[in-house]
């Protein structure tokens, strides 16, 4: 995608208000020097943590003391949890065989995480070639990565549908595991989803009990690399979702039979990702692009006045009549096609500018936003509109209009009102 740098006008808009909050900008600033600061030594510190224990172990210290092996030491002796002492020791002795692995653990390019899924793949023969694909990248692509490097050669191919124990026999929050090649089973089309057929030789997907669906936290999904191109997504659904599920595979039949889960959730993927293109102007056959008009199209009297009232000449010295202060009333629909080129210029990301450089960049709830007003007469053009997240167009609006009006406008709720 395309990130396209603020405009003059964007990065000055952004800027609200600087005069009066100067000195909380240097203080901002001067925490964020601190927590880096703070953070190069918690790297510092465990990237030493673990040459030190590099060090322990082969010297087998931990026999000397007493324990069976180093895990047990670090579990009881420094009353580290099961997690934690396996990424430890899995890092530890990786430190051994690789010492070029240091540096990039103390500039944080590396962590305890990427260090686990990188020794299941990393040799003397490949490190030159696999270890730049590790650093900077998260556990998560980490595991994307070590898939890719180590399919397994067999990918479990199923759909299972588990009720989860709630302590209620009548409300259950199931758990539906979705593999790279799902396919429903025997008995799903005839109406159960509770009797999957399963692979015995495939694990089960990790569930855990919950107390009760009203008080339930949204349960992260769980994403499970198994090739460059399959993963299995293991996420928690409720019965309303089955059923939704039943009746979208059989509206399915015709166009595909059979349809896998993820083929029924790909088409209705592609349905919401088409609606929401359209709602960014951003069709398959679009409009030309108007051209640029003037950030303000504020009324003007010689645009409002009646012809009569045009040709009737007044004094040569009469000032024209300024527009109102700010603009009320119910705002005009954007244009699509400019909103499909803001959303083309700013790459479909926020533009926000940066204090250490650069944009925000966050892709979620981006709105467009205009950087004069609308309240202030602010055009509905391409120069004057952006694209930014719903966080970054809130305190622009608080930065232009005041918390207080911001409140008033959004009915007690901050919000934007540019």
């Known amino acids: ?32 020097d601190a927590i880096a600061a703070l953070l190069r030594r918690e790297r510092a510190a465990m990237a030493d943590f673990l040459i030190a224990l590099s060090d322990f172990d082969q010297r087998r210290a931990w026999e000397v003391l007493g324990y069976g092996n180093l895990f047990a030491f670090l579990t009881s002796e420094l009353g580290l949890t099961p997690a934690p002492t396996y990424w430890r020791l ?24 990427t260090l686990g899924e990188l020794s299941r793949v990393l040799t003397e023969e490949n490190c030159a070639e696999v270890l730049p694909r590790f650093l900077g990248i998260s556990s998560r692509e980490a595991k994307e990565v070590v ?19 709630t302590g209620r026999s009548s409300e259950t929050a199931p758990v539906l595991a979705l593999g790279p090649d799902s396919a429903p089973s025997a008995d799903t089309d005839s109406g159960s989803l509770w009797a ?53 595979r059989a509206g399915l039949s015709h166009a595909i039979p059979g349809a896998t ?21 951003q069709v398959k056959r679009p409009r030309a692009v108007p051209p640029i008009a003037a950030p303000f199209d504020a009324p003007t009297p010689a645009a409002s006045a009646t012809p009569t009232e ?23 629909a954007i244009p699509a096609a400019v909103r499909r080129a803001v959303w083309q210029r700013d790459g479909g990301r926020c533009c926000w500018p940066l204090d250490g450089g650069g944009t925000c960049g966050s892709t979620h709830q981006l709105e467009l936003d205009h950087v004069v007003p609308w309240a202030e007469w602010g055009g509905e053009t391409l120069e004057n509109l952006r694209v930014v997240c719903r966080a970054h167009n809130r305190v622009a609006a608080r930065q232009r209009f005041g918390e207080r009006c911001v409140r008033r406008y959004q009915g007690g709720t901050t919000g934007s009102a540019g």
């Open 1 to 32: 995608m395309n990130n396209a740098q603020p405009t003059s006008s964007s990065a000055a808009a952004s800027t609200h208000g600087a005069a009066t909050s100067s000195l909380a900008l240097l203080e901002a600033r001067r925490l964020r």
């Open 90 to 113: 899995e890092a530890a002795r990786l430190l051994q065989r690789f010492p070029e692995l240091i540096e990039p653990l103390r500039q944080g390019r590396l962590c305890l995480t």
């Open 147 to 165: 898939a890719e490097l180590q399919p397994r050669p067999a990918p479990p191919m199923r759909t299972v549908i588990r009720p989860l124990s």
């Open 196 to 248: 999957p057929k399963v692979d015995p030789a495939a694990p089960a997907p990790i569930h855990a009990p919950v107390a009760a669906p009203a008080a339930v936290a949204p349960r992260r999904d769980e994403v499970d690399p198994l090739t460059a191109e399959l993963s299995r997504l293991s996420t928690t659904v409720s019965r309303r979702f089955l059923a939704k599920l039943k009746t979208a």
């Open 261 to 281: 889960t993820e083929q029924v959730l790909e088409a209705a993927l592609d349905l919401l990702l088409e609606n929401q293109a359209r709602g960014r102007g």
């Open 310 to 332: 045009t040709a009737t000449p007044g004094p040569a010295d009469t000032p024209p009549e300024p527009p109102p202060h700010r603009r009320d009333g119910p705002r005009a």
